[in-house]
C-alpha cells in the first residue's frame, strides 16, 4: 500500500528467507524468519543505492514478537515434543507445559495417565472450561454431553500445536479456549523415520510412602507396562505436484490398580478377592494415517487426510492408576471401532490480494462399551450399598452400537491489501448420536452387608437417537494496519439446532413396545458475538508489542440438550422394588413382571415404568429457544510483549471473564414457604476447620406434606435472582531460543474465581438434593440451585471464591546442548492440590433436635434411617500439598552419512512424589484417603531413527 506494507497469509509453517528488490536499489535478503501457526513476523527493509545485482543478506533472529495480532496462544512444535520428555505425546503435554491450563485430579508420569484420559476433556483455562479440538482448523470432536475427544491424536501427523487462550477471532465460537492440531505435509526430498518407546515396573520406584498408609491406602498402583512404536514416511509422487505423508502408529499401557482383583467366585452372589490376580487394566491405539497434498495448479492445492484407528480404552473410569470402587467383572471396556478422521481441504490465491478457502472433515466416532472378558449374560451386577462396592457384571448399561459422529465444514474468502486483511466465511457442523443400552437379564441387585435388599429392574434394551441438524457459525472480521497500530474488528453470527428424530421401542422383558414422536429444536439458538482486539508496536522497532482484545463467547455445546429431552431419557427407564430373600436362597422368589407386590418383592417404585416420567425435568422455553439465550462469556484480556535480547522475550497479562445466562433447576412444586430451618453441629476432629465442633446453620428440609412431589424446570437464574462467576488473572512467561540450540520457555500464572449463587429458587438453605459448587467452569450446568442461607461456623457460603494460591502455577521446560552431541532437557511444574471438602451423612437422630420433626423423608417409617448430606467444609477453602513435579531427559544424536539416530533416556516424576491427586470426600472412616495419587519414579528408554 502507500505505507509499503505487504502481506503474504497463510503460509506454510516453517523458516522462510525474504528478498526486497527495486531497480535502482541494491537487493536486501532477510534469512532465518521462523513461521509458526497464527504467527505475524514483521520484516523490515531499508534499500540502499546500488546495483540490483548487489545483494546484502541479512541474518539476524527471527522476530519473537507478533505486533499484528491480538491473540494469545501458545505453540508446541514436534520438535519442541522431540526434545523434551514427553511421554506418548498427546494433549497432556499441552497442559504440561502451559501456564494456566489444568485437570483437576489428573496428573501423568511418563505416559501412566493413559491416552484418552490425556486428551484434556475436563480441562479449565482462567476459570473458563470448554476445550475445543480442531485439526486443520476443523473441529473433531462427537456428539457426547458438550463435545468430548472424539478424535485420538496421532503425534506423528502434527507438526505444532497452538493453543488459543483469548483473543480468539470471530473464525472461532470457542468459549474457553482452542487446540488447533497443524498437520505435516510431504515435501519434495523423501524423509524417513521409525521410533519407539518402553518401560515397565522393573523400571518404576516404589513411592508408596507411610504417608500414604497413613491415610488408609493398603497397597500402591504399578505401571507394568508403557510402549509406543511408529514409523513415517514422506515425499513426493511427482515433483512440485503431488506429495505423501503416511504415519503408522501402534501404542498403549497397562497398570496395576491399588487392592483390586478378581473375583475368585465369579457367577455367585459373592465376592471373594483372589489377590494372586491383580486387575491390570489397559489401552491400545491403533493409528493407519495418510496425508496427500496435490498442487493441482498454480492457483489450486488441495489436502487428503485418512486416519482409520482400531482403539481399546479397556476398563471405565477416569485413570489406569485410580482406585476402583468395583471388582474387575463390573468394569468394562470401550472398544473404539470404527474411529476415524478423514479432511479435504482447498486453498486457492485467485489473485495477489484475493484468496479462497474450504474444507469438509468427518469425525466417526463408535465406541460400543462391552463387558470384560469372563462375563457372561446370565451375571447379575450387585453393588453393596454400605461400601458402593460392585461385582457380579456391570452395573451400568453396555452399549453394542454407540455412534458418536461429527461432519464439519468451512469456506472463507480473504482480501488482503499492505493495510488490511479483510476475511468473511462460515462454518457448518452436523451430527449424528445413536446409542442403543442394554443390561444382561435387565436387573440389578442391592445388597447391604451380603444381605439383599433392593432389585432394580430396568426398561432395557432400548435405543436412543439425538441429531445435530446445524452447528453455523458467519463470520466477517478485517485487520487494519494503521502505521505502528493495527487493529482486529469482527462480528459472528451462531445459530445451533438439534432434535430427536421419531423413535422405535420393540418390546423387552418388563414393557411393551413403545413409540416416541420426533421432537424439533432441542435446541433452538441464534447469537451475535462482537470480537475487538489492538496491537500496537510503540516504538516501531518490532521488538515490543502492547496488546488487548475483548471479545463475547457462546458457550460449547454438542448434543447434550438434544439428549436430556429425548421422550426416550424422559421416560422411566429403571425402577427398585424391596426384596426381602426370606429362604436366603438369593433369587427373587416374585414374578417380577408383575409391579404389585407379590412373593418376596415390593411394589415397584415407579408405576410409569417405561412411559413418559410426568415428574421428567423439562427445559423453559427462553431457556432453549430464542436470540441471545444461549450460555456465553465476555473475555478480556491485556498483555504487554517485549523482547530483551537476541532470542529472549518476555509476555506480561491480565485477562478477566464473566459468565452469563445461567440457569437453575426449579422444582415448581415448592415454593421458600415449604421448607424448615435447622441447624447441624459438626464433629470434633482434629482434620475439620479448627478441629471441628463447629454450627453448620440454615439448611432446609421440605415440609412433610410436600415430600416426594416433584416438578423440576431448568430455568433462566435471572427469573430468581443474581448469579455471578467472574475470574481474573495474571501471568508473566519467558520465552527463548538462542543461536547454540538452547531452549527455555515457562512462566508464572496466578488468579482467582468469585462464584456468587447468593438468591433463593426453592429453599433459601442447602435442601439435602442439592450441593456446594466448588469447582470454576461448572457454573453452566442447571443441577446447583442457590443455597443463600446456609453458613459454616457463622460464614455463608453461597459467595465461594477459589484464592489466589489454588490457581498459582510455575511451569517451565527447557532444553541445553552438551558437547560430544549430548542434549539435556526438562520439564518442571508447581500447581495446587486438591480441593478438600466433606459430606457428612448426618443421621435424623441428629437433626431432630434442632429441626423439631424427623425429616421428611422418614414418613411413617419407626425408627427413621434417612440421613442428609452436610457439608462439614466451605467451599474452596482447604486443599490438599502442593504438587512439584520434574521430568527429565538426556537425550545422545548419533550422526548418519544421511540420517541420525536420536537415543533417549527418560526420567519422569523425578523426585519420587506421591502426592495426592482425589479422595474420598465422603465423611467418615474413609474420609481424606487417596483415590489415586502420583505414580512413583520412573524410567523410560526411547529412541528415533531418521532419514
Not at 55 to 60: E, F, G, L, Q
Not at 112 to 136: P, Q, W
Not at 445 to 470: D, M, V
Not at 730 to 755: H, I, Y
Amino acid at each position: 500500500d502507500d505505507q509499503g506494507q505487504y502481506k503474504i497469509v497463510n503460509l506454510t509453517l516453517g523458516t522462510y528467507a525474504v528478498t526486497f528488490t527495486l531497480t535502482g536499489f541494491r537487493t536486501v535478503k532477510r534469512e532465518g524468519i521462523e513461521l509458526t501457526a497464527g504467527f505475524t513476523a514483521t520484516v523490515n527493509a531499508e534499500l540502499s543505492v546500488g546495483a540490483v545485482e548487489e545483494t546484502i543478506t541479512v541474518s539476524a533472529e527471527s522476530p519473537l514478537v507478533d505486533t499484528q495480532n491480538a491473540r494469545q496462544q501458545k505453540v508446541l512444535s514436534s520438535e519442541l515434543l522431540d526434545a523434551l520428555p514427553a511421554g506418548q505425546k498427546n494433549a497432556i503435554n499441552l497442559i504440561q507445559l502451559t501456564p494456566g491450563l489444568t485437570t483437576p485430579g489428573l496428573a501423568d508420569v511418563g505416559g501412566s495417565l493413559g491416552t484418552y484420559n490425556g486428551g484434556g476433556n475436563a480441562t479449565t483455562f482462567h476459570g473458563k472450561g470448554g476445550l475445543k479440538r480442531e485439526f486443520d482448523g476443523m473441529r473433531v470432536e462427537n456428539m457426547e454431553a458438550d463435545g468430548n475427544n472424539g478424535y485420538i491424536l496421532n503425534a506423528l501427523t502434527v507438526q505444532e500445536m497452538t493453543v488459543e487462550t483469548g483473543g480468539v477471532s470471530a473464525e472461532s465460537d470457542a468459549s474457553g479456549f482452542v487446540v488447533n492440531m497443524i498437520p505435516k505435509e510431504g515435501s519434495n526430498s523423501f524423509r524417513f523415520t521409525v521410533s519407539g518407546l518402553f518401560t515397565n515396573d522393573k523400571l518404576e520406584s516404589d513411592n508408596f510412602s507411610q504417608f500414604l498408609k497413613d491415610r488408609g491406602v493398603t497397597s500402591p498402583s504399578k505401571v507394568m507396562k508403557i510402549y509406543d512404536g511408529s514409523a513415517t514416511l514422506a515425499g513426493p509422487i511427482s515433483k512440485d505436484t503431488l506429495w505423501f505423508f503416511v504415519a503408522e502408529r501402534m501404542w498403549g499401557n497397562r497398570n496395576q490398580r491399588a487392592s483390586v482383583f478378581w473375583n475368585k467366585t465369579l457367577g455367585t452372589p459373592f465376592y471373594t478377592p483372589d489377590t494372586s490376580r491383580p486387575y491390570e487394566p489397559y489401552e491400545f491405539y491403533r493409528s493407519h494415517a495418510a496425508r496427500l497434498t496435490w498442487q493441482a495448479s498454480p492457483k489450486n492445492k488441495l489436502n487428503f487426510f485418512l486416519d482409520v484407528q482400531n482403539n481399546c480404552k479397556c476398563y471405565s473410569g477416569t485413570g489406569l492408576t485410580a482406585v476402583a470402587l468395583s471388582a474387575p467383572e463390573a468394569d468394562a471396556q470401550l472398544r473404539f471401532w470404527p474411529q476415524l478422521l478423514g479432511q479435504a481441504a482447498w486453498t486457492s490465491p485467485r489473485t495477489n490480494r484475493l484468496l479462497f478457502e474450504g474444507g469438509f472433515s468427518a469425525t466417526i466416532s463408535h465406541w460400543p462399551r462391552i463387558s470384560n472378558p469372563g462375563v457372561t449374560p446370565d451375571m447379575i451386577p450387585i453393588t453393596e450399598s454400605s461400601t458402593g462396592f460392585s461385582y457380579g457384571a456391570p452395573t451400568t448399561g453396555l452399549q453394542d452400537l454407540q455412534d458418536s459422529d461429527r461432519y464439519a465444514q468451512r469456506f472463507a474468502v480473504s482480501y488482503i491489501t499492505g493495510s488490511h486483511a479483510f476475511k468473511t466465511g462460515f462454518q457448518l457442523g452436523e451430527g449424528v448420536k445413536n446409542l442403543h443400552q442394554y443390561l444382561d437379564g435387565d436387573i440389578s441387585y442391592l445388597f447391604l452387608r451380603g444381605a439383599p435388599t433392593t432389585i432394580i429392574e430396568w426398561a432395557t434394551p432400548y435405543l436412543r437417537k439425538e441429531r445435530l441438524r446445524a452447528d453455523l457459525g458467519i463470520y466477517g472480521q478485517d485487520q487494519w494496519t494503521i502505521r505502528r497500530l493495527t487493529l482486529s474488528y469482527g462480528l459472528r453470527f451462531d445459530y445451533y439446532n438439534s432434535y430427536v428424530p421419531e423413535q422405535h421401542m420393540p418390546a423387552t422383558r418388563f414393557i411393551p413396545a413403545r413409540d416416541f414422536a420426533p421432537v424439533s429444536h432441542l435446541p433452538l439458538w441464534k447469537d451475535w458475538s462482537p470480537r475487538v482486539g489492538a496491537a500496537y508496536d510503540p516504538f516501531g522497532t518490532g521488538r515490543t508489542a502492547l496488546k488487548a482484545s475483548l471479545g463475547r463467547y457462546v458457550g460449547k455445546t454438542a448434543i447434550g440438550i438434544a439428549a436430556d429431552n429425548n421422550p426416550v431419557t424422559t421416560s422411566v427407564l429403571s425402577v427398585s422394588r424391596t426384596w426381602a430373600d426370606a429362604n436366603g436362597n438369593y433369587l427373587p422368589d416374585c414374578d417380577l413382571r408383575n409391579p404389585q407386590t407379590n412373593g418376596e418383592c415390593g411394589t415397584i417404585s415407579n408405576l410409569n415404568f417405561g412411559q413418559i416420567n410426568p415428574n421428567a425435568t423439562h427445559y423453559a422455553d427462553d431457556v432453549i429457544h430464542g436470540s441471545g439465550v444461549r450460555d456465553y462469556l465476555w473475555d478480556v484480556a491485556t498483555e504487554v510483549q517485549h523482547q530483551l535480547g537476541a532470542g529472549v522475550s518476555l509476555t506480561a497479562g491480565y485477562y478477566r471473564n464473566w459468565y452469563n445466562n445461567f440457569v437453575v433447576t426449579d422444582n415448581q412444586e415448592f415454593a421458600p414457604g415449604d421448607f424448615t430451618p435447622y441447624c447441624v453441629t459438626a464433629p470434633v476432629d482434629s482434620r475439620l476447620p479448627g478441629g471441628g465442633g463447629y454450627q453448620i446453620c440454615g439448611l432446609s428440609d421440605v415440609l412433610p406434606t410436600k415430600f416426594g412431589r416433584v416438578t423440576n424446570l431448568v430455568s433462566r437464574t435471572d427469573n430468581y435472582g443474581k448469579r455471578t462467576q467472574v475470574s481474573d488473572f495474571v501471568n508473566v512467561s519467558v520465552n527463548t531460543r538462542f543461536r547454540s540450540g538452547a531452549q527455555l520457555a515457562g512462566g508464572v500464572d496466578a488468579g482467582r474465581t468469585v462464584n456468587d449463587l447468593c438468591f433463593v429458587v426453592d429453599s433459601a438453605g442447602l435442601y439435602p438434593t442439592t450441593a456446594p459448587l466448588n469447582l470454576p467452569g461448572a457454573a453452566l450446568t442447571p443441577s446447583v440451585p442457590a443455597f443463600t442461607d446456609t453458613t459454616i461456623n457463622g460464614k455463608r457460603i453461597c459467595r465461594a471464591i477459589t484464592p489466589w494460591s489454588a490457581n498459582f502455577q510455575v511451569k517451565a521446560n527447557g532444553s541445553y546442548p552438551l558437547p560430544y552431541d549430548l542434549v539435556v532437557s526438562g520439564a518442571i511444574q508447581n500447581v495446587a492440590g486438591p480441593l478438600v471438602t466433606a459430606s457428612y451423612a448426618t443421621p435424623n437422630t441428629v437433626i431432630v433436635p434442632s429441626l423439631g420433626r424427623n425429616l421428611a423423608a422418614c414418613g411413617s417409617r419407626i425408627p427413621c434411617t434417612s440421613t442428609v448430606n452436610v457439608p462439614l467444609i466451605a467451599p474452596q477453602t482447604m486443599f490438599e500439598d502442593r504438587r512439584t513435579q520434574i521430568d527429565l531427559r538426556l537425550t545422545k544424536f548419533v550422526r548418519l552419512s544421511r540420517g541420525r539416530v536420536q537415543l533417549n533416556f527418560d526420567v519422569y516424576n523425578a523426585l519420587n512424589a506421591s502426592n495426592v491427586l482425589t479422595i474420598n470426600t465422603n465423611y467418615g472412616p474413609s474420609w481424606l484417603q487417596p483415590t489415586s495419587f502420583l505414580p512413583g519414579r520412573l524410567f523410560e528408554l526411547s529412541g528415533q531413527l531418521s532419514f
